[in-house]
Nanobody, 124 residues
Framework: QVQLVESGGGLVQAGGSLRLSCATSGRTFSGYTMGWFRQAPGKEREFVAAITWSGGTTYYADSVKGRFTISRDKAKNTVYLQMNSLKPDDTAVYYC?????????????????WGQGTQVTVSA
């Protein structure tokens, strides 16, 4: 059974940094695409960043490009999201997701497995 467990969220001041982790288990993720999404109160879930597990190709939402970096450590079966220069607008619950068959980087319905989420709060 595939499991995704996020950690690393918290409260940070604007301009600060956080690193989120997504620990994966249950199977090999070779061939998968791993994504980070976020959902702020009263808003729809939105794409943040994604990476292919095998080749490490990345894709970012325009709103985080240049500030966030997604990476994966195959040996640790973990995906990371390094978030720098955080803004209050980045406040949301952040979710890790896994897509078994590529359906498009940002297609929420294309992701088959989801973690429980981790809260990120950025104060002004």
């Amino acid at each position: 059974q595939v499991q995704l467990v996020e950690s690393g969220g918290g409260l940070v001041q604007a301009g600060g940094s956080l690193r989120l982790s997504c620990a994966t288990s249950g199977r090999t993720f070779s061939g998968y695409t791993m994504g980070w999404f976020r959902q702020a109160p009263g808003k729809e879930r939105e794409f943040v960043a994604a990476i292919t597990w095998s080749g490490g190709t990345t894709y970012y939402a325009d709103s985080v490009k240049g500030r966030f970096t997604i990476s994966r450590d195959k040996a640790k079966n973990t995906v990371y999201l390094q978030m720098n220069s955080l803004k209050p607008d980045d406040t949301a619950v952040y979710y890790c997701a896994a897509m078994t068959k590529f359906m498009g980087w940002t297609t929420i319905s294309g992701y088959d497995y989801w973690g429980q989420g981790t809260q990120v709060t950025v104060s002004a």
